[in-house]
């Protein structure tokens, strides 16, 4: 099992969304971080054959993936990120049409939905409008829909985008159930959730991937560092101007600052052990779509 | 393997009819057609009282005084018709200025009615003209003339007006067949097919018209819906997904196309009668110069038939538009387009004109009409009219567009 970029590139008309990646993947879980814009959608899209690439390659298992066509198709499962179905089709009318396109046997998808529907938990709303359904039982059909076919690869582009945070929670938590001896690549901007489920992260910027490896990896390969500075409420401006600052917290005097760099920014600083949040920052220099929704 | 595709179709067909803009289009073609079996129905009879009769009571006072005339339409026949004519003309009742007693006196003429329009064009001073009052002035000693009248007007009208329009060729092959006419004709009843020959055309577009808004989205709603990334990256998404987009497509326009001419058909025909079925179209005064040597029935074959494969061609291009746009609203505009602008085109009038004209597809819609219009084409060095042209060219057309269709949307990239 090996899926493998070679300088891979897209270009559309005035902007290159993906830039000369290389990259193999096997079994285990991706998760592919970057700010929005970034081109991890288009990455996606390439990996799921809907976009023709302007230069390099994907094998899969050493054959290239549109050479294979259908039978690439065949061990493929796919959550788009606006993840579009038939307003007028029940759930199930829907995963039925869903396992037919992807080769199903009827006596078999029979079968698949009715596991899936439970794992998902959505057997009650089975006979229900897809169009009646709330977002976070939209998200619940689109992953039962990309695991149809039980697929070899797995791609979910931010399945968990729009979720409130205890359905966010439980949806990892499927996420992880459902990653088990397969490869899952998810795409988000939302670094707690990689957090928890990815082994391997990508951190993409500007259509290339600049740094990969574990949580802890790239933590460590960090170049600078973490400090924790208790600021007046006149100073903040100062640390802001000068320094990657991740957090702030207002206290009765100031604030205390969370600040990435190479040396220590002032005398009272603290170093502190360094998050994935804190690299977010560091990669992006900005911060993370998590913080965002929170402010 | 064949359950599964089909199953696929099945759900394409679904998609279809599950939207409640679907199901109201068509509730409102089945609105309308009720609207058009209402007035191919609206047959009126006038008593010997000279009382207007609606109905079935209509149809049956209809019914039996034309069969009263019914039999061969031989030159006794005509001389009779004539003879009829006029003395009907010249009764008190039919002098008089009261209303009433005008109408006693068409009561009379109602068996005779379709046969005295049929003198109307025998004796014409030209092809193209007609006179409603010219029977009357007929005397029995005209009745000899009837059909040979008619082949002279056609040799009038080609040595003259129409000089410039056809080859020597076409001008023989246009007198040939007035001549392979067989006479005398027979004459008949035929007020079901009368009927059903006048509103087939409103019937066929406005079928088409819905069939248009029906089919334009089944390729390109999956773009709308922004389904298209799941479908192009499923395992049948790229070939078989498609081949039943085209397979739905091809059901909903047949099952849709014969409902409606089921519906239609049987109502009418139930209600007026079959009667004249085998008759040849010249029988009745609409199809008296007609140059088809075909029967009531088989002019009926050619309007379902060339309905069929317009609304099929029709459909398919409006898909294929659905596909290169990545919208259904410019494929919905396709046969609104079609029906509509030939009618602007046609009043040009030069001969030229109308042979491109001829060959429109929304000619096929009105294959009533079609046959006709003295259009005439060699194709591999015969000359034939137009309808049989066209029936051939769109049929051809439609299964181009089919493998065009399916490779334009298997290649689409989704972006
Ligand atoms: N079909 C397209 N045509 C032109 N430009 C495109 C197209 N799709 C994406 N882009 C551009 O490519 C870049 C990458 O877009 P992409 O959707 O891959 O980013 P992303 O990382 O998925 O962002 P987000 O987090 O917002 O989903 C963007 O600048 C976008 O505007
Ligand atoms: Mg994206």
């Known amino acids: 099992m090996e899926l493998k970029l070679t300088n891979l590139t897209k270009e559309f008309k005035d902007i290159t969304a993906v830039r000369n990646i290389s990259y193999t993947m096997s079994t285990g879980v991706y998760g592919l971080l970057g700010v929005n814009g970034a081109?991890?959608?288009?990455?996606?899209?390439?990996?799921c054959t809907l976009l023709k690439p302007s230069g390099g390659s994907i094998t899969w298992n050493g054959a290239d993936i549109f050479e294979m066509d259908g039978e690439y198709r065949k061990i493929l499962g796919y959550l788009p990120q606006d993840f579009g179905f038939y307003p007028d089709f029940t759930v199930y009318d829907y995963l039925m049409y869903t396992a037919s396109i992807k080769g199903l046997r009827p006596v078999t998808a029979k079968q698949r939905i009715k596991i899936l529907l439970r794992q998902v938990g959505m057997e009650k709303t089975a006979h229900k409008k897809m169009k009646k359904l709330s977002g976070g039982m939209k998200r619940r059909v689109g992953i039962a829909q990309a695991m149809l076919g039980n697929p070899q690869i797995l791609i979910l582009d931010e399945p968990t985008a729009g979720l409130d945070p205890s359905e966010r929670v439980r949806f990892r938590n499927l996420i992880s159930e459902l990653a088990d001896e397969r490869l899952v690549l998810l795409s988000t901007h939302i670094v707690s959730d990689i957090e928890y489920i990815a082994g391997e992260i990508l951190l993409m910027k500007a259509g290339e991937i600049r740094a990969a490896g574990t949580s802890r990896e790239l933590i460590a390969e960090m170049p600078e560092q973490v400090w924790s500075v208790a600021a007046a409420k006149e100073e903040i401006d100062f640390y802001m101007q000068a320094y990657k600052v991740s957090n702030i917290k207002t206290t009765r005097q100031g604030a205390e600052l969370r600040i990435i760099s190479s040396d220590k920014p002032a005398e009272c600083a603290v170093l502190e052990e360094a998050t994935l949040e804190d690299l977010f920052l560091d990669y992006f220099g900005e911060r993370t779509g998590e913080q965002n929704d929170e402010i | 393997m064949k359950e599964r595709v089909s199953k696929m179709t099945r759900y394409e067909v679904k998609k279809v009819f599950a939207k409640t803009s679907s199901k109201i289009a068509v509730m409102l073609l089945l609105f309308v057609m009720g609207i058009t079996c209402f007035f191919a129905l609206d047959i009126t009879y006038v008593d010997e009282n000279g009382s207007t009769r609606e109905g079935l009571a209509a149809v049956s006072g209809l019914k039996a005084a034309q069969k009263e005339w019914a039999g061969c339409l031989d030159e006794e026949k005509i001389r009779k018709v004539i003879a009829e004519n006029r003395r009907i003309q010249n009764t008190p009742e039919a002098l008089a200025q009261d209303i009433t007693q005008k109408e006693i006196a068409y009561s009379w003429g109602q068996g005779i009615k379709e046969i005295r329009n049929l003198l109307n064009c025998a004796y014409a001073k030209g092809?193209?003209?007609?006179?409603?009052?010219?029977?009357d002035s007929l005397t029995e000693e005209d009745a000899a003339d009837f059909y040979r009248n008619r082949t002279r007007l056609l040799r009038e009208w080609l040595?003259?007006?129409?000089k410039d329009q056809f080859t020597d060729e076409e001008k023989e092959y246009l007198i040939g067949q007035y001549g392979r006419m067989d006479t005398p004709l027979y004459y008949d009843y035929m007020e079901g097919w009368q009927q059903l020959f006048k509103f087939a055309p409103t019937v066929v577009m406005l079928t088409m018209l819905i069939l248009g808004y029906l089919v334009a989205g089944i390729f390109s709603n999956e773009f709308a819906w922004r389904s298209d990334a799941v479908l192009f990256s499923s395992f049948y998404g790229r070939n078989k997904a498609v081949t039943s987009k085209i397979k739905a497509g091809f059901c909903v326009v047949t099952a849709v196309y014969s409902a409606v001419f089921t519906i239609y058909t049987g109502i009418v025909l139930l209600y007026l009668?079959?009667?004249?079925?085998?008759?040849?179209?010249?029988?009745?005064?609409i199809s008296w110069k007609c140059f088809y040597n075909i029967t009531n029935l088989q002019k009926y074959l050619f309007i379902i038939g060339g309905g069929y494969v317009g609304c099929l061609f029709l459909s398919f291009l409006s898909m294929l538009v659905s596909v290169k746009t990545r919208s259904a609203v410019p494929a919905v505009m396709v046969p609104v387009l079609v029906i509509?602008?030939?009618?602007?085109?046609?009043?040009?009038g030069s001969p030229f004109v109308n042979k491109i004209i001829g060959l429109l597809p929304d000619q096929l819609l009105q294959a009533g009409e079609a046959l006709n219009y003295f259009?005439?084409?060699?194709?591999?060095g015969r000359i034939t009219g137009e309808l049989p042209v066209i029936l051939i060219l769109y049929t051809i057309l439609t299964i181009v567009i089919l493998p065009v269709l399916y490779q334009t949307y298997r290649r689409m990239q989704i972006g």
């Open chain 2, 340 to 348: 509509f602008i030939p009618s602007f085109i046609a009043n040009i």
């Open chain 2, 375 to 380: 259009n005439l084409y060699s194709v591999g």
């Open chain 2, 273 to 285: 009668g079959t009667d004249g079925w085998n008759l040849p179209i010249q029988s009745s005064w």
């Open chain 2, 127 to 135: 092809l193209r003209e007609y006179d409603y009052y010219l029977a």
């Open chain 2, 159 to 162: 040595e003259g007006e129409a």
């Open chain 1, 39 to 47: 081109g991890k959608t288009t990455l996606m899209r390439m990996l």
